[in-house]
Structure formats: structure tokens, C-alpha cells
């Protein structure tokens, strides 16, 4: 038993040795050459999805690694074009129709959609998606995307054990959902949402069979009733091992890929080896495996990019001492130096001044709020309500332990120590402790480093859901009422221009206020073996090129 | 004998119990619960309430825990609460696999250790004494999982002999058993030796050799009968760590075990996968340790178990 407990911790060591042993090595891959660059009819794809996801449920899931495979079976009414992320028209055959007033979404279905046993996909199949979506009985992670729907909310919030079925009832018979035909359904929200689209793009709203479900009950996730829309369909799980996906022949679009296997491997060490065995497509290029990698010619010209959708922070709990002062706050975000971390520490991502990452719908360019600057901070601290005050020497930053989060703290903490003269203590805990203190003003450490992940791109996603004074992700205790303001007349705004200028100015008063300091924007890398073609990856991607899994294919492997 | 079995089984009722009871409180105890799992999408307090209702996690803890031995009695032993799964289908599942790979790192470990063992004490100081020392040393020194990373570079990387995902095929076993069986190998050479030295000095082994019974007899009947309680001893709980798995070992070369799921369902406060995996170590430990008690028995008449 002793084994396993410090196993955990020594682990690391394990990506170490990795290095070690195939630093050494210098040993040419021996691909070959790709004969030529034609799809391969029998291609098969290998690829590591990490652990075994918790659940696959469209309707409950809320990890990457559940979306991913979700995905690969289902398909919604829109999808996210794989360059742009913009919503475009997948299960429906174009733009809804949406009402003068910008309240009512009416969707057409386009002809000849099936779901891989070869039953046609109607309305009455997403509108089930949809219901179970917003069903309290369902208790999906994800339900509050659904708000927006009218009556979602308020059925959701039901407890299906106190109310009665009746009242239960005429609940679920006020969702603002309507079958009108075999092939149209329509939406009422709440409010104008010009974000509704990529929400319906994403996989809460995905047609889940009503026969399927009930069929095989908590178990209709396992491959026998997993039946969906999507380009592939599950024939195998092996809990804990692998996934195996076949091309759906039915899918609206022809599939190039024969199979994608994804098998279950922890660490990215082995996966690694595993790759460079041929036993893997794609291969990990995290941060730690860099150095091996570039010093290997072959690896190096197999490594892909790919932007993130994620900003990393350091937050602040602004009720409690001494970050109550904003002044404080920006201190703190004004003295560590982002280029140097990304350089010595973090290798591979971009430095952040803002909340939304480039090359998205709200970023912004010339916000230079949290810039580095150390006479800026301390001048800042000099003048706020705490200084020389010893509310400033017990600051304890409180993060999610690992051994790579331990190095990266303790590069911040050497950086306010040098800045601002100031001592942090260190406070590492487990992840689900972590998770249960963060949940809300009252319990949030002091001090505490996170990230938030775009759900669809959109600055409501990214503004209103993480800091309006009411958001339930809201964990700084931050409240401004200009904010708020700002931010529900851009919700609700129709004009993109006007839009796009009131997000900005929330963003900038955001850098200001600092209720978090911004640290980095996230970005990845992965190999890519040179057999595998038509890959467009994208910053949303739970899977490597999911908005375009069906252009994916491998030509004969040398 | 059997009188003895059935009470030492009958004992088993009460350890169960305690176990069941600390490993609850100590479960129950830890912050955060499996409804807190994901920080940037945390479930709104409403949902959470609901889900304790349904779960019964808003009653006292003593009656939580009444209501699960309840249960556990008639061998229900719950869904986990992160996968749509029964606990009970879990272990079904990934419990032959750990123990498929444990029983096979367990034959190899004693093939292995038991021989050079006995050899090394009957040619003590030899050169095979020495070098059943050094890997003995290597292989209680140097943990699982850098053998592992160094015998993948090797086998897999560089020789490209042995696959290293899965474990689909014999092949893929060969990695992860020889691997698995280094550590207890080299614990029982050593232990098989030293026990095998102190029995070679008994006064009822040179009784043996002065009535003029063969070498073969005397190592065979008097030395190694009476080594092998030692060995016995510590085969027993060896067994029970072996066929519960590795996190280790399954997490590094992606085996579909039980071993991960100590780990795991502790990261996720999955209590009734926690409560299961537990519950299901303690009673392979206690049968190990009666097997262990019964087979002492057999070795040495003296060791009366019968009364």
C-alpha cells in the first residue's frame, strides 16, 4: 500500500527519466517514405485519450475527455467551423430562422439525416436531447447552459424527490421547446442571445435516441445503445483500456478514417515511448518532453501548435484582507514578470494582459492595465489602505498540488519576494479539496491560481459568465455594478459593433479592478505521425481536429 | 482444523467491520465530495443539496454508515458516484485482470527467488551467493516504475521486441510481469536465504546428517520443510498486495485493473468504490493470513492449529 501512496508523488520522476533514457538515445525514426498521399480505405487511426472518462452523457458530461468522445458519435444542429469557431449549420440544413424580437430560434432540419442504425434523426429527437437536458432528474454539470431557454431554469432548479409529479410536470410542459414538424423545431429564450447558436453547437443539445435511454437505462452509454448521428460510431469499450470508434457510414458526410482507436494512457512518458514504438498516431509535446524532442530532428518536424482556449490567473478573494483594496490586487498583478515565466517556466503558451486570449471574438489588443512594471507596483502598494500594515505578510497562495504546479508557484512566489518584498506562503492541496474551497466567495483561499476554458466563443462565455457579480463560477467576490451593467447590455446587444465596444469596456475595467491577475493564455503542441493527413486542429478542440474528423485520414504506413 | 477455520472466518465478521468503519469515517472525513469535481463548472448549491438527498449524504454519518453495511450484508454495494457503473460490476471487471497479472507475477517471483535462495545459502559466499545478492539489492532498491521506464526504453523502444499499451495479447504481458515480479523476487531470495542459513544450523539437522540420512533428504525434508515458514509468512499478504494490483504498474503500461481504482476513487471521493476496493483488500488480506496460518500447520507439526 505504501507503494502506491508515494508512487503518486514520485511519478514525476517517471517524466524525468523519460527525458533521460531518449535523450540519449538519438535514434533515427524510421517512417520511411509515405508512398503516396492517398487515403488509406482500411485506415486505421491510434490515439491517447488520457483516463477513462467518468461519463460519455451528452447531457451530464463536462470534461474534455468525456466531450471527446461524445463528439465522435454525435452530432448537434450546429457545429463550430474548425477555422473560424463560428457556428455553422450541421444537423440543420442552414441558419434558423430567428424572430424580429430575437426571442425565437426555429431550426430545419436537413433532409436525409440518420442516426447510425439507419433511423432518420427528427425534431422530436433533439427536442428529447434538449428536455433532458433542462430535466431535473438528469442533474447534468452542464444544465445551466440551457437558461436560456425559457423555462429551463426555473424546472431545473425543482427537486424531482420534494415536488410533486404534478407540478414537476407542468414545469417540463413550459419549456420554450416545440416540435413543429418532423423537421422543425423551435426555441424561445429568455432573452435576445446571439450566442444561442454556439450553444447549440456544443454537445448538450445533441439528438440522444429517447429509445435508446430507456432501453439500456444508467448503462445506455456502453456501445450496444450509444447509437448517434455523428461521423463514427462506438463498437467497443473497454473500460479502463480503450475506445474503439468505426466510421459511420450513415454520417452525412463520407468518413476517411476506417477506425480510430483511443487507448487509455496516464502518463504522457509512456505515451510518448508508445509513439516513438508506433503504437500511437498522435504523441504528447508537453512542456517537459520539449528538450528531447527538438534535439531530434524527426520528432521535431512531427511537432503540430495549437492555440489554447483557456487564461490562466492568479485570483484574489476581494473579500478578504488585504486583497479588499484594489490597489493591492494590481500591485500583485503589476510585479511578475509573464515573458520570463513563459520563457524559463511554462515553455509553451503566451503571456496575458487580458481575460480572452487572441484571436477570438473579444480580445483585447491594447490593454496594458496588468502591464510588469515594479516602480508602477510598488507605488501602487505604498499607497493603498494596507501598506506597512501585517495583513500583507501573511498571504497564503493556495493551488492544486502537483509536482509541476509546485515549481510554477514557487516561480511566482520568488518574484513577489523580489518585487514587492514581500512573503508568500505556499499552500498545496488536493485536487477535489481544491475544487470544494473555490466554489464560492465564503470558502475561497485568500490567494489561489485557476484557469477558465471557453465553452463556445463568445466574450458572454468568457465576461458575464465568470465575473458578473451574480455568476454562479464566481469565486473573487468580485462585484461592480458599471461591470455588471456593461455586461448584460452587451448580452443582450444585436448590433455586433456596439456589442464588441461594451465587452471591451467591462474587459478594461476587469485589468483594473483586478480581481484576478492575468498570467498566461494557454496554447499546446502534439506529434503527429507523417501518415496521418487532413487534420485541421483548432483552439477548441477536445479532440485533436474534431470539427473535422471526417476529412481525417492515413495514407499506407510506408 | 476445521473447527479453527470456521472460527477464524467467523473473525473475519468483526475485522470487516472495523475496517468498514475506519475507512468510512476516514472517507467521509476528507474535504470536498464527488460532486465537487470540476472547478470552473461547479454544480449550483441547489443540485448539490439534491444530490445529497438522493445519496442520503445530508443524514448523520452513523446512519450513513448503517445504511451501507445494511446493504453491504446483503451484498449490494452501491453505484460509484461518478460512473454510471454498480461497484460491484467494477470489481467484476478489472479484479481478474490485477489478479491474472499478480498471480503471474507470483509464480515468476518464486520460480525465481526460491531456487537461488536455497542456492545461495548452501553455497554461501559463492559466486552465485553473490550474485543473488546484487539482484536482490537492485530489485528491493530500485522501484517499479523506473525499472519499468528503463526496461520500456530498452525492450520497446530501442529492441522494439514487446508492445507496451494494453493488454490484449501475451506478449503485452511479458513487460509488466517480469516487472511486477523483480520486487517480490528479491525480497523472498533473501528472505528463502537467511531462513534456509539458520535451518542449516539446527541441532536436528546434524541429527539428520549423524544418522546418515542422504544430503539430499537432509536439504530437502529437514532444511527446506522448516525455511519455508518464514517464506510462507510473508508469500501470504504478498499474494493479497500482488492480486489487487499495481497503480504503478497498470497506470504505466494502460492495464485495466483494480489497482488504479485505490488511488482514483480517493481523488474523486467515490465512497462506495472507495468502501468496495477496501473492503474487498481486507478480506484477501485476512483469507491470505489464514491460508498462511493453515499451511504453518502443515510445515512444522509443532505449529498446532487443530486445538
Known amino acids: ?558 | 482444523m476445521l473447527k479453527y477455520t470456521i472460527r477464524r472466518l467467523l473473525l473475519l465478521i468483526p475485522t470487516l467491520f472495523f475496517v468498514a468503519l475506519i475507512v468510512f469515517v476516514l472517507a467521509k472525513s476528507a474535504p470536498g465530495s464527488p460532486f465537487d469535481l470540476n472547478e470552473n463548472r461547479p454544480l449550483p448549491q441547489s443540485t448539490i443539496d439534491r444530490l445529497n438527498e438522493v445519496y442520503g449524504f445530508n443524514k448523520p454519518i452513523h446512519e450513513q454508515f448503517a445504511l451501507y453495511l445494511g446493504n453491504a450484508v446483503r451484498f449490494d454495494f452501491g453505484s460509484s458516484l461518478v460512473r454510471n457503473r454498480p461497484v460491484a460490476d467494477i470489481v467484476a471487471a478489472q479484479l481478474p485482470v490485477s489478479a491474472q497479472l499478480g498471480v503471474q507475477a507470483l509464480l515468476l517471483a518464486l520460480a525465481i527467488s526460491l531456487p537461488l535462495g536455497v542456492i545461495s545459502a548452501l553455497k554461501q559466499n559463492s559466486g552465485v551467493d553473490y550474485g543473488s545478492l546484487l539482484l536482490a539489492t537492485i530489485g528491493t532498491t530500485i522501484p517499479g516504475f523506473v525499472i519499468a521506464i528503463v526496461f520500456i526504453y530498452i525492450f520497446a523502444v530501442n529492441l522494439k521486441v514487446v508492445p507496451i499499451v494494453g493488454w490484449a495479447t501475451p506478449k503485452h504481458m511479458i513487460l509488466p510481469t517480469v516487472i511486477l515480479a523483480l520486487g517480490p523476487a528479491a525480497f523472498l531470495t533473501r528472505i528463502t536465504r537467511s531462513s534456509m542459513l539458520e535451518a542449516i544450523r539446527q541441532d536436528y539437522v546434524r541429527t539428520a546428517r549423524a544418522k546418515g540420512l542422504g544430503e539430499q533428504v537432509v536439504v530437502v525434508t529437514h532444511i527446506m520443510k522448516n525455511a519455508m515458514i518464514p517464506v510462507a509468512t510473508v508469500v501470504g499478504p504478498a499474494t493479497a498486495g500482488l492480486i489487487t494490483g499495481s497503480f504503478i504498474i497498470e497506470g504505466i503500461f494502460s492495464i485495466p485493473g483494480i489497482g488504479r481504482e485505490f488511488i482514483l476513487s480517493i481523488q474523486k471521493r467515490d465512497y462506495p468504490v472507495i468502501m468496495g476496493v477496501y473492503l474487498l483488500y481486507a478480506f484477501i488480506i485476512a483469507v491470505a493470513n489464514l491460508t498462511v496460518d493453515l499451511v504453518y500447520g502443515m510445515l512444522d507439526p509443532r505449529i498446532k492449529v487443530a486445538k
Open chain 1, 1 to 558: 500500500m505504501t507503494q502506491r501512496r508515494s508512487g503518486l508523488s514520485l511519478i514525476s520522476l517517471l517524466v524525468i527519466l523519460a527525458m533521460l533514457v531518449s535523450a540519449c538515445s538519438g535514434q533515427p525514426g524510421n517512417q520511411g517514405g509515405t508512398p503516396a498521399d492517398q487515403a488509406d480505405p482500411n485506415g486505421e487511426l491510434i490515439s491517447n485519450t488520457g483516463s477513462e472518462p467518468d461519463t460519455i452523457d451528452p447531457q451530464k458530461e463536462s470534461f474534455v475527455n468525456e466531450v471527446a468522445q461524445t463528439m465522435m458519435v454525435f452530432e448537434g444542429l450546429m457545429k463550430l467551423d474548425a477555422k473560424t469557431l463560428k457556428p455553422i449549420p450541421a444537423a440543420a440544413g442552414k441558419e434558423p430562422e430567428i424572430s424580429a424580437d430575437g426571442l425565437k430560434y426555429t431550426f430545419t432540419l436537413r433532409d436525409g439525416v440518420k442516426y447510425s442504425d439507419g433511423k432518420a434523426v427528427t425534431a422530436k429527437d433533439f427536442a428529447y436531447g434538449w428536455t433532458r437536458l433542462c430535466d431535473p432528474v438528469t442533474h447534468g454539470a452542464y444544465a445551466f447552459t440551457g437558461y436560456i431557454i425559457v423555462g429551463c431554469e426555473t424546472w431545473n432548479n425543482m427537486d424531482p424527490k420534494k415536488d410533486t409529479p404534478a407540478a414537476l410536470k407542468a414545469a417540463g410542459e413550459k419549456l420554450g421547446i416545440k416540435v413543429l414538424s418532423e423537421k422543425q423545431i423551435e426555441f424561445t429564450l429568455t432573452e435576445p442571445a446571439p450566442y444561442f447558436l454556439s450553444i447549440a453547437a456544443t454537445w448538450v443539445g445533441v439528438p440522444t435516441r429517447q429509445d435508446m435511454v430507456e432501453k439500456g437505462g444508467d448503462r445506455w452509454t456502453e456501445p450496444a445503445t450509444f447509437i448517434g448521428n455523428g461521423p463514427f460510431k462506438m463498437t467497443e469499450w473497454k473500460h479502463n483500456e480503450k475506445f474503439v470508434f468505426d466510421k459511420n457510414e450513415n454520417y452525412r458526410e463520407p468518413v476517411k478514417l476506417k477506425r480510430w482507436t483511443k487507448v487509455m494512457i496516464n502518463e504522457s512518458a509512456v505515451s510518448f515511448a508508445a509513439y516513438r514504438n508506433n503504437e500511437l498516431d498522435f504523441g504528447p509535446a508537453n512542456a517537459e518532453l520539449l528538450r528531447t524532442i527538438e534535439a531530434d530532428p524527426d520528432l521535431k518536424s512531427q511537432v503540430v501548435d495549437v492555440p489554447g482556449s483557456c487564461s490562466i490567473y492568479y485570483g484574489f478573494n476581494t473579500t478578504r484582507a488585504p486583497f479588499t483594496d484594489a490597489k493591492v490586487r494590481l500591485a500583485f498583478a503589476k510585479s511578475f514578470d509573464r515573458d520570463a515565466y513563459i520563457k524559463d517556466v511554462q515553455k509553451i503558451g503566451k503571456p496575458a494582459l487580458s481575460f480572452i486570449p487572441p484571436g477570438r471574438p473579444g480580445h483585447d489588443e491594447g490593454d496594458s492595465e496588468q502591464k510588469f512594471d515594479v516602480a508602477a507596483a510598488k507605488a501602487l502598494l505604498a499607497s493603498s489602505s494596507f501598506a506597512g500594515k501585517p495583513e500583507l505578510n501573511t498571504i497564503k497562495l493556495t493551488y492544486r498540488s502537483s509536482a509541476t504546479a509546485k515549481t510554477r508557484v514557487e516561480w511566482v512566489q520568488q518574484q513577489w519576494k523580489t518585487n514587492l518584498g514581500l512573503e508568500l506562503a505556499l499552500d498545496p492541496v488536493d485536487g477535489t479539496t481544491f475544487s470544494q474551497l473555490v466554489k464560492s466567495p465564503a470558502t475561497t483561499p485568500q490567494f489561489f491560481s485557476l484557469g477558465w476554458c471557453e465553452d463556445y466563443p463568445d466574450p458572454q462565455n468568457w465576461l458575464t459568465t465568470v465575473f458578473h457579480s451574480t455568476s454562479t463560477v464566481t469565486r473573487t467576490g468580485f462585484k461592480n455594478a458599471e461591470f455588471d451593467k456593461l455586461t448584460r447590455e452587451a448580452d443582450k446587444e444585436k448590433d455586433p459593433t456596439k456589442r464588441a465596444q461594451l465587452y471591451q469596456q467591462s474587459s478594461r475595467i476587469l485589468s483594473k479592478e483586478a480581481p484576478v491577475a492575468f498570467n498566461y493564455w494557454n496554447a499546446s503542441k502534439y506529434l503527429q505521425k507523417p501518415w496521418v493527413k487532413g487534420v485541421t486542429t483548432s483552439s477548441l478542440d477536445f479532440e485533436i481536429g474534431i470539427f473535422k474528423m471526417n476529412e481525417i485520414y492515413v495514407t499506407k504506413k510506408g
